[in-house]
């Protein structure tokens, strides 16, 4: 192939970046803890309204630290969002605990509220505990946050929120994550904002946060010689892939602005193709369009989304079908769930387009030349 390759969600470097890992290597704080690292983790604690915040080596280390410090116990079961990235849900085993899934709302792709409703019920029925529930903020929108709140609190569990997709958007003017008693955030090469690979812890609570933090260390006690009364994890993240991060965070309204103006130019220049339809936007938020996903009908549209990616990808062009729900995963076809039909039907219809904020009006035409053409 001779054309470039058009990613789905590439890095942006925004330019700063370097200046802050050049202070870093000026000061020789090439080791995990330093001050770009203290810097980025209050820099992120100002932009989420979150009072407290500890950066770590990827969400799904944030989720894990987040899950144990809420008391989740082996035999426990944890609600999480079936329409999800795996790394939101992993840790979940890692403390053997049980998971349950719950199905998207037609609206919002988000956890379903009254379904959530019935998985505790439906739980608790069973003689069983609910440890936590882990809501995802599916590609850059938020969840319902208070109504899924208020469940939660009718039965005194625990809300974690996974806002790994979320950087940048809001609901009802809060920053995504801002809502549960604890969120995680992703610093993953493909996200909005990049660390490299990281991710980062998020509550009001301080001593929730400097035990994390602690754990995130190896568990060291407090004494001159390296002593460990817990089982303690290597998660904390690196002073110079925090250097990244700041360099990131000056570009993260520029990034969101752009992301939405790719959003409506896919939205406004294909949904006239017959049976295509884009991921709605709730009313109760910004989304940050993190990725732009469509929907399409086959017998409208005459072809399948896997035809059109497969067209794409003999143009050079990577694009991906939408997140295959956890419970029809192998890996967890013991789990229960409520409900499914939604997230079924947006994994066969969806498909994810390339959406990275540097994207160029020519690299748009040239997905939508080929989506274009493959239409019936």
């Not at 987040?66 to 944890?78: E, F, I, N, S, W």
């Not at 719950?102 to 069973?126: C, H, K, Y």
């Not at 812890?201 to 002593?227: N, T």
């Not at 602005?257 to 949904?271: H, Q």
Request: proline share 5%.
């Amino acid at each position: 192939m001779s054309k470039d390759r058009l990613y789905l969600s590439p890095p942006h470097m925004g330019g700063k970046e370097m200046q802050f890992i050049q202070q870093a290597f000026d000061a020789n704080f090439i080791a995990p803890i330093g001050p770009q690292l203290a810097r980025f983790e209050q820099a992120f604690c100002d932009l989420t309204g979150f009072a407290h915040c500890v950066a770590v080596s990827s969400g799904t280390a944030a989720m894990h630290l987040a899950l144990r410090q809420l008391g989740v116990k082996p035999g426990d079961t944890v609600i999480g969002s079936s329409l999800t990235f795996i790394g939101s849900v992993t840790p979940v085993t890692f403390l053997d605990a049980k998971l349950h899934f719950v199905d998207s709302s037609r609206e919002t792709w988000n956890m379903d509220p009254g379904l959530l409703r019935q998985a505790i019920e439906t739980v608790q029925a069973d003689g069983g505990h609910v440890g936590a529930v882990i809501p995802t903020d599916i590609y850059g929108q938020c969840a319902d946050y208070d109504v899924i709140r208020t469940v939660c609190d009718e039965y005194s569990i625990p809300l974690v929120i996974d806002a790994a997709e979320a950087v940048g958007a809001t609901y009802k003017g809060r920053h995504a994550g801002r809502g549960g008693d604890a969120a995680i955030y992703s610093f993953n090469g493909n996200k909005i904002i990049t660390t490299g690979g990281g991710g980062l812890l998020a509550s009001d609570d301080a001593d929730f946060i400097a035990e994390a933090r602690r754990l995130s260390q190896q568990a060291r006690d407090d004494a001159p010689y390296y002593e460990h009364s817990t089982i303690g994890y290597n998660y904390r993240m690196s002073n110079v892939a925090a250097a990244i991060g700041l360099g990131q965070l000056d570009m993260l309204d520029g990034f969101v602005d752009r992301l939405r103006e790719i959003f409506d130019w896919y939205e406004k220049t294909l949904s006239v193709l017959p049976g295509i339809e884009f991921m709605p936007e709730a009313a109760y938020g910004k989304a940050n369009r993190w990725l732009t996903v469509m929907l399409v009908d086959e017998d409208t549209f005459g072809a399948s989304p896997e035809d059109i990616r497969i067209a794409l990808e003999m143009e050079n062009i990577e694009s991906r079908p939408v997140w295959k729900p956890m419970h029809l995963q192998p890996v967890f076809r013991d789990a229960a769930h409520t409900g499914g039909e939604v997230c079924e039907d947006l994994f066969k219809r969806g498909l994810c387009l390339p959406s990275g904020s540097a994207m160029t009006e020519n690299d748009l035409n040239r997905v939508a030349k080929v989506i274009q053409s493959v239409a019936k």
